[in-house]
Each structure stands twice: as structure tokens, then as C-alpha cells.
């Protein structure tokens, strides 16, 4: 078989696989690859070749995308494992046949086993000792006591005959270890049918650093119903030497069993039955048990950090997508005590107006003199919006802001509206070189408040500034696989900046890097050509672009918005390459370009068939259709605030029955966590979120979503708060059975009510992107939830 053969029938083979995957058709996949491999991006083929990929959204394509890489890996290697079995000589039909037919890695790395160049072994001596005669004289009808056999076998090395049967022993086990297919049999069922047990390190389980694992003390539960999150919290565990962790396989016999069978080890009922069971034993215990137990953990691993992933990336998604306020003059203040309260005023376009530091509170106290200069720079400045940092002394800054409004108001007439904004990653990017180069002359601290201004006013364009990780909207984001977190956001921040669109006259270069086939490079070129000849006023400016080449500007073209273009169309998601698609819509309608845009009465009677040919599919004509009637249309919802209640402001002021309006600032597995403004974040369990069983709690909730809650319990002392979306369930009683089915199943030590501290840092136990585990729930809550199945 030549090479170009057998690549033909890997890419087949890699095509087929992935098409059965995702479950669509392989000339769906194949026209993606394709894509893919000419250097498009997932966004512009997800936008702008739904022709091709027959209509493959851009999660599909991620997915696609993904897979492609580690099935392209898996058949580079399976080239290189082929090449090494047959250099030694020993590559058959069948054998060839297993290997192109593996579908993972960990397979294929099982049928090498037995061909891998490795050091010198104990079998390897006793190979060349000659004791392999031995051995088959053992396995097969063996009359003679084995003591007496290996007498025959003395050389150097082996001065006896017990040295002789372990040599003999030692061949056995590595023919154990490295059979494929009974190292595949073993390691599945280990998986499939074991069990994860912890308890806690002796002498540790009254310890400080021990109580936020004390669920964990006396645990069991199967590996295949580990959720992510609280696999990462029994590895933290034990990483903190907290917890002592056991991979319980079950009943070894079975395992013996397999063994056994497997390797013709079953007693016979002659002299070499006890050497049998001895190969049998030693070869689980020594050899199989430890290799299914490194795999099974590794297992966890892979599914724990794919699940914190996942809840990562879509809360960053929501994040990034929240409503923007706009383009209005917002003031931005980022609370503190001792080092007082910073302050940014800036313009509709986040152009810095004014910077000052009060100190309102304790222990200076300058309340009057603080609201007399905010008031005075919110009146000069036309401040609509008063951005107020969700940390350390929020609420008391916000109440600040409230009695600023009042004043401004009495004043002269305009009432600026205060808004509590997450301020997560806003010292990191301060101190960032970004920011430095921005504002070299401001201070690090006031840096803060603008992030924090110009986050309400368009999220998206001030996040994309912030490392991603540094946001906090994770679970465990430290403990997971940091190449797989960082791709992962990347690709999220990629679409939803894409999605969105970008105004390229305004857009900083961050944001502009975001944008498909725009590099850094690129993006600080735009920047310099825009310095340097003013605004971009037509799409086509965009070729004048240092390196900026024809690649470059298809992929990035449809995403670059320039509003008051010379052609109404740049100013939209229509691409330039469908351009002449819209002229010969204006032509059969009369209508021109203009006048076109906008107009649904026109726009609503034709028929995308009508206007379909080779260049242009339905799709596409749809979506440019669609485009025309609503250009430039932002995905992201109509901006709106929690309505904080007054008076609530610590923990010590929330009362159970309390129904309370705040934003969600978190979601994980088992919940979400609202911010109802008391410095810590309350909990709403998984099970408290609707009246039908939420299987994830993204079905109901996402970050930044505004939400109406009730007080279920609040548990001052340990600064945890339960809540409930569901407004008429009643504190104190159990909670109700969701319809729909059981719930939970075994105990969950992460239904955690610890939440992020408002009062700046991780509250013990901590919310998810902490440090500390999810503690499980307490007192009545956690009763209740056992009682439905919950937990």
C-alpha cells in the first residue's frame, strides 16, 4: 500500500468517524475540513458558508474542529506505531488491521505494548536466561513439580529454584500487562463498575483547613457518577493532603477471573495450579490493578476538566454577551475603604472626562464632602449611568451613588442611575501592560474605574482586554487543564466577538484581534492606518491595511462594521462578496440600497428561492434578506439593572421569606449563584430553580441574567445564603420533589452555599472559581434537599 493510498483511507476513515459523531452527513464534514484546512474561521464558516457546511452552527464546527485534531493525532501515530512494528519484523495482516481500525489513542498505545523498546526488564533477563521453556513446561500439562522443573534452570542470576519460578513468574506478568485486548477488558470494567472512596488523613479532620471537606470524610460513589465538580474537589482534597483517596475496583476474583481466562491461568488440577494462581494474583495486583487505576484517574481527570470547561466557557459566553448599556456618559467608582473610592467619569464613547479619589467611608468618613464633588463632576459631565464595583464596601457605595443621584437631580434635573457591576479582572488588567499603554499617566488604581465604567457601557469591548481566566467565572479554573481552559475561552471570546460585530473606527486593538482572520498584528495595523489617515469610510479601505491581504479581509470583512459609509451595506453583516447578491435585489424591486434597509414590507414578500443561484444558496440569501431588514442587529439582550432592596446590606439583614431581586453571577454544575447585594453570594441549588427537574442549570439561568429569589436560609456565622427561584416554596419545610422524576442520586458534597465574598476575598468554602471546595449544604436547606433525593 502506498503512502497516498493509506492517506486516502485515513482521511476516509477520520471523515466517517467524525460524520457518525455528530450526526450529519460526510460530505458535510468533508466540505468543512476542506474549509478549515484552506485557513478559514470557524465564525466566517459558520456566517458565510452555510452552503457548504449545510448549515453547521458554530458549535458544530468546534466540535468538528476538535476532533479533527485528535483523530489527525491518532493517525499520525498509528503511521509511526505501524512503522516501528514492522522495522522489528513482527507486523502481521491482523495486527496492521487492529491498529488502522483503533478509534483512541489509549488503544492504540495497548496493542503497542508488547513491540515497545523499553529497558531492561526482569522477563527480559529471564528470557535470556532461558527460562522461556520453562514457562511453557508450567502453563501447559505440567506433571512434575514445578520446584523440581526449575531445578533444571539454576544459572547465573537465578541460584534457585525459587528464583528460577520468580523469573518464570516475571514472564508471565509482562505477557499479562501488555495482552491488548485483556488490558482494555480489565480497564473498562474497572471504570464502568468501580467506585471513588475517600476519607480524611488521619489527624487532619478536626483541622481548620479539613472542615470544608467534611462531606468528603466518609465517602463512596461510582466513577461514572462523578459529576466534574466534585471530582476536582476530591483531588483538591487530596492534593491539600486533606483527604485520602481509593480507587475501589470491586471484588478481585472477577478481575482474577479475566485474568485467568484470558491467559489459559485456570487451575488444571495438576502440580503447576499454585504457580497459576500466583501468576494470576500477582498480575492484577502488580501489574493491571495499578494500570487501570493510573487510567482511571486520568479518566476523572479528562472528565472533570471537560465538564469545568464547559461550565467556564458558557459562562464567559453569557458574560461577554450581557447587555450593554450603551453609549452613555457613565461614572465609575471602585469601592474601598482605607484607600478610599476611585473614580473615572467618561463619555459616550468611553473617553476618560475626569478621575478623583473620595474617601466616603470609614475611617475617614468625608461622606458630605464625597457626594458634593461626585455631584459636581456627574452635573459637568452629563453622567447618565453610575458604574459601581461589586467588591469590597459595594453596597455602602452604592448607597453613595443613590444619595449622588438625589442630589444631581435636585440640581438640574437629570438623574444618573447607579448600577452594581462585577469588577472581576479589573485589577488585572490595571496593572496589565495594555492598560499602561493606554493610560500612562494615570494611576494603576484609577485605571480600575474606568474598566469598570466602560464595562457597563459595552461588556464585550472592555472584557476581551481581560485575560479570560482572570474573570472568574469558572469552577476550580485552577485545578483543570490550562491549554484545554485557554483554547476553549479563546474560542468562545472569538465567537461572541463575531457575533456581535465590531465598529472598526472605534474598536481598540484587543478587540479587534478578536475579529476572524485579524491577528495582533493586523488589529495594531488598523489602529495605526486609522491614526494615521482618519476613520475608515468604505470597507475597501480596509485592503490599504498594512498585510492586510485578500485572505484576510474575506475572513474579516462581514464582522468589521463601519457606520456612515459612503455604502449603507458596510455598515452591516453583509459580506462584500454578497454585495452584488443586494444589487440584484434592489433591481427587481425598484427599491435602492437605502431605502431597501429597513424596509420589512419589501423586504417580508420576496422569496429567498427567487433570487438563489450557483454563488448564492438559499441560506445565504436568507440571511442577507433577514440582515437587510434588521441591519447590524445586536445579538445581546436590552440592558437592564437588579433593583437592590434598600436597607439589605450584610448578610445579618436577610431574613428567610425575604424575595429579593439580584444578578446571577455564577453558574455550575449543581446551581447558580446570585449576588442580592449583601457582599456574598447566595446559592440557588439545582434543585430550587424551577418546578420541573433541571438536569443543568444553564436551562434556566445564565451570568449576568437579573432574577427574582427568595431567602430560604441564611447562615451568618458560616456566610452562606440559600435561595430559591421558585417563589412559593416556604423556608423551613422540606422542599418539594420536582416533577418530572428523582432527583440527585448519592450524597453531593458541592452543594455548597460559600459563595465570593464581597468583602475582598473567598469566603470559606468559596464559590467555585475559588480556591475552596463547595461545602455541602447546612442545617434545614441541606435536610431538605436529602429528603427530596437531592443530595
Known amino acids: ?71 489527525r493525532e491518532l493517525e499520525d501515530r498509528k503511521a509511526t506505531v505501524l512503522a516501528a512494528i514492522e522495522e522489528q519484523g513482527k507486523l502481521t495482516d491482523g ?23 523499553t529497558r531492561r526488564t526482569k522477563a527480559t533477563i529471564a528470557r535470556e536466561a532461558g527460562l522461556e521453556p520453562l514457562v511453557e513446561s508450567l502453563l501447559g500439562d505440567c506433571t512434575t513439580d514445578p520446584a523440581e522443573l526449575a531445578a533444571s534452570y539454576i544459572t547465573e542470576g537465578f541460584d534457585d529454584a525459587k528464583a528460577v519460578l520468580t523469573g518464570a513468574r516475571a514472564i508471565v506478568l509482562e505477557e499479562i500487562s501488555t495482552d491488548a485486548d485483556l488490558v482494555g477488558e480489565v480497564r473498562e470494567r474497572f471504570y464502568t463498575t468501580g467506585a471513588m472512596t475517600a476519607g480524611v488523613v488521619e489527624g487532619k479532620q478536626n483541622s481548620a483547613e479539613a472542615q470544608k471537606y467534611r462531606d468528603y470524610f466518609e465517602f463512596s460513589e461510582p466513577f461514572t457518577a462523578l459529576p466534574s465538580h466534585r471530582i476536582l474537589a476530591l483531588l483538591r482534597g487530596e492534593s491539600e493532603g486533606v483527604l485520602q483517596l481509593t480507587l475501589d475496583p470491586g471484588e478481585d476474583a472477577i478481575y482474577q477471573g479475566m485474568i485467568a481466562d484470558a491467559r489459559g491461568l485456570e487451575p488444571q488440577g495438576d502440580a503447576a495450579d499454585k504457580f497459576r494462581a500466583e501468576c494470576v494474583r500477582f498480575g492484577w495486583r502488580t501489574k493491571l490493578q495499578i494500570s487501570s487505576g493510573v487510567d482511571v484517574r486520568m479518566r476523572l481527570k479528562e472528565k472533570a476538566d471537560a465538564g469545568a470547561v464547559d461550565v467556564f466557557a458558557r459562562n464567559l459566553r453569557d458574560l461577554l454577551l450581557a ?91 437629570q438623574r444618573p442611575t447607579p448600577v452594581v ?57 485552577h485545578d483543570v487543564n490550562q491549554v484545554m481552559l485557554a483554547d476553549s475561552l ?96 434592489t433591481e427587481r424591486t425598484g427599491v435602492g440600497v437605502a431605502e431597501l434597509i429597513g424596509n420589512t414590507r419589501v423586504l417580508s414578500g420576496l422569496r429567498p428561492a427567487d433570487f438563489a443561484d450557483e454563488t448564492f444558496g438559499v441560506p445565504t440569501v436568507t440571511d442577507v434578506l433577514a440582515e437587510l431588514d434588521k441591519p447590524g442587529r445586536d445579538p445581546r439582550p436590552e440592558f437592564r439593572t437588579a433593583a437592590l432592596a434598600e436597607g439589605i446590606e450584610k448578610i445579618s439583614d436577610l431574613t428567610p421569606g425575604m424575595v429579593l431581586e439580584g444578578t446571577v453571577t455564577n453558574v455550575a454544575a449543581f446551581g447558580a449563584f446570585v449576588d442580592v447585594g449583601v457582599h456574598q453570594d447566595g446559592l440557588v441549588h439545582v434543585s430550587a430553580m424551577a418546578e420541573r427537574r433541571v438536569n443543568d442549570p444553564h436551562e434556566v439561568v445564565r451570568t449576568g441574567q437579573v432574577v427574582k429569589v427568595k431567602v430560604m436560609e441564611v447562615d451568618v456565622e458560616r456566610q452562606r445564603i440559600g435561595l430559591s427561584l421558585r417563589l412559593t ?48 449544604a447546612s442545617g434545614s436547606m441541606a435536610d431538605a434537599l436529602r429528603r427530596a433525593g437531592k443530595i
Request: net charge neutral; proline share 5%; charged share 25%.
Open 490 to 585: 479563546d474560542s468562545v471570546v472569538e465567537d461572541a466577538v463575531n457575533s456581535v460585530g465590531v465598529d472598526v473606527n472605534t474598536a481598540s486593538a484587543p478587540l479587534l484581534c478578536r475579529v476572524a482572520g485579524v491577528t495582533a498584528t493586523l488589529a495594531e495595523n488598523i489602529v495605526h492606518h486609522r491614526e494615521a489617515n482618519g476613520a475608515f469610510t468604505s470597507r475597501r479601505q480596509l485592503k490599504d491595511v498594512s498585510r492586510l491581504g485578500p485572505k484576510a479581509f474575506e475572513q474579516c470583512a462581514g464582522f468589521l462594521r463601519i457606520h456612515g459609509a459612503t455604502d449603507p451595506l458596510d455598515a452591516s453583516a453583509v459580506h462584500p462578496e454578497a454585495y452584488p447578491l443586494v444589487r440584484r435585489i
Open 323 to 413: 447587555a450593554p448599556a450603551g453609549q452613555r456618559a457613565t461614572l465609575g467608582l471602585d469601592p474601598g475603604y482605607n484607600h478610599g473610592v476611585k473614580c473615572a467619569a467618561v463619555d459616550p464613547t468611553g473617553k476618560v472626562l475626569d478621575t478623583v479619589v473620595i474617601y466616603p467611608h470609614k475611617p475617614q468618613n468625608r461622606w458630605d464632602q464625597s457626594v458634593d464633588i461626585l455631584a459636581r463632576i456627574c452635573a459637568k459631565d452629563g453622567v447618565d449611568l453610575m458604574a459601581v464595583g461589586n467588591g469590597t464596601a459595594s453596597r455602602e457605595t452604592e448607597k453613595l451613588a443613590r444619595e449622588i443621584s438625589e442630589k444631581v437631580a435636585a440640581a438640574i434635573g
Open 421 to 477: 457591576v462585577s469588577e472581576a479582572g479589573a485589577s488585572v488588567y490595571s496593572a496589565s501592560e495594555l492598560a499602561a499603554e493606554e493610560f500612562p499617566d494615570m494611576d494603576v488604581s484609577l485605571r480600575g474605574a474606568v474598566s469598570i465604567a466602560r464595562r457597563l457601557q459595552d461588556p464585550l469591548a472592555e472584557l476581551v482586554k481581560i485575560d479570560p481566566k482572570s474573570i472568574g467565572v469558572g469552577q476550580y479554573q
Open 729 to 776: 416554596d416556604e423556608p423551613g419545610k422540606p422542599a418539594q420533589r420536582s416533577r418530572g422524576g428523582k432527583g440527585g442520586g448519592r450524597r453531593d458534597g458541592q452543594h455548597g452555599q460559600g459563595g465570593h465574598n464581597r468583602n475582598g476575598g473567598r469566603s470559606r468554602g468559596g464559590r467555585q472559581g475559588g480556591r475552596g471546595a463547595a461545602p455541602a
Open 1 to 71: 500500500m502506498t503512502g497516498r493510498e493509506n492517506n486516502g483511507q485515513t482521511t476516509t476513515a477520520v471523515i466517517r468517524t467524525i460524520a457518525r459523531e455528530l450526526g450529519v452527513s460526510e460530505s458535510q464534514v468533508t466540505a468543512t475540513v476542506n474549509l478549515l484546512d484552506e485557513g478559514n474561521t470557524v465564525p466566517f464558516i459558520a456566517r458565510y458558508r452555510k452552503e457548504v457546511t449545510g448549515g453547521l452552527d458554530d458549535a458544530q464546527l468546534r466540535t468538528l474542529e476538535t476532533r479533527l485534531t485528535y483523530l
Open 95 to 117: 495486527l496492521r488491521d487492529l491498529i488502522l481500525g483503533c478509534e483512541t489513542k489509549a488503544r492504540l498505545e495497548d496493542l503497542y505494548l508488547p513491540f515497545k523498546s
